[in-house]
């Protein structure tokens, strides 16, 4: 690629961002300055801006926007015997990478987890709609960990955790690092 650049002077994005810094852009702010933006020749300029702008917040190749990481922890205790919640929902324009699934069983039962995503909320999914990630199982106490690989959750899609035990007294404990990358 040359070393044309667009004028700054021209480009909106400059404008509407310039009271913000690199580590402050939101999502919700790239998607609404983008959003309509057409893939023809007569936008190149903003294009060529946009790119500039990820690469300047260090979100090129879909790595995860700085400061956005979450460890999200869910602990349940007395749950009926298969029971699944819904861990993580996107807002639209988000994507998220999961990097690690946790679980940690409290009591002295046989328990199970599944981790599913799902492209319905949870209140109508069925097994049409869900597909499993992951599956851990074991006899408390006991602790269980994995790295899934490149594992994106984005919207409308959401991430779901079904614990299914022996003992609806004993407490579970699932954990999961997701990282914003859009």
């Given at each position: 690629?040359?070393?044309?650049?667009?004028?700054?002077?021209k480009?909106?994005?400059?404008?509407?961002?310039?009271?913000?810094?690199?580590?402050?852009?939101?999502?919700?702010?790239?998607?609404r300055?983008?959003?309509?933006?057409?893939?023809?020749?007569?936008?190149q300029d903003a294009?060529i801006?946009?790119?500039a702008?990820?690469?300047?917040?260090?979100?090129m190749?879909?790595?995860?926007?700085?400061?956005?990481?979450?460890?999200?922890?869910?602990?349940?205790?007395?749950?009926?015997?298969?029971?699944v919640?819904?861990?993580?929902?996107?807002?639209?324009?988000?994507?998220y990478?999961v990097?690690?699934?946790?679980?940690?069983?409290?009591?002295?039962?046989?328990?199970n987890?599944?981790?599913?995503?799902?492209?319905?909320?949870?209140?109508?999914?069925?097994?049409?709609?869900?597909?499993?990630?992951?599956?851990?199982?074991?006899?408390?106490?006991?602790?269980?960990?994995?790295?899934p690989?490149?594992?994106?959750?984005?919207?409308?899609?959401?991430?779901?955790?079904?614990?299914?035990?022996t003992?609806?007294?004993?407490?579970n404990v699932?954990?999961?690092?997701?990282?914003?990358?859009?």
């Amino acid at each position: 690629m040359s070393n044309y650049a667009p004028d700054p002077k021209k480009e909106q994005m400059y404008t509407n961002l310039q009271n913000k810094t690199l580590g402050n852009v939101e999502s919700q702010d790239i998607q609404r300055l983008t959003d309509p933006t057409f893939i023809q020749a007569t936008n190149q300029d903003a294009l060529i801006t946009y790119n500039a702008v990820n690469n300047a917040a260090f979100r090129m190749g879909g790595q995860p926007i700085p400061n956005r990481q979450l460890i999200l922890v869910k602990t349940v205790t007395g749950i009926e015997t298969s029971t699944v919640f819904e861990v993580l929902t996107p807002a639209q324009g988000e994507s998220y990478l999961v990097s690690v699934l946790n679980w940690e069983i409290k009591g002295a039962n046989t328990n199970n987890v599944n981790w599913w995503i799902s492209n319905q909320p949870l209140a109508s999914s069925s097994s049409s709609t869900r597909v499993r990630i992951s599956y851990m199982s074991g006899t408390g106490p006991d602790l269980g960990s994995e790295l899934p690989p490149n594992l994106y959750v984005s919207y409308p899609n959401n991430l779901q955790v079904q614990i299914v035990v022996t003992n609806t007294s004993d407490t579970n404990v699932v954990s999961y690092v997701v990282n914003q990358i859009t």
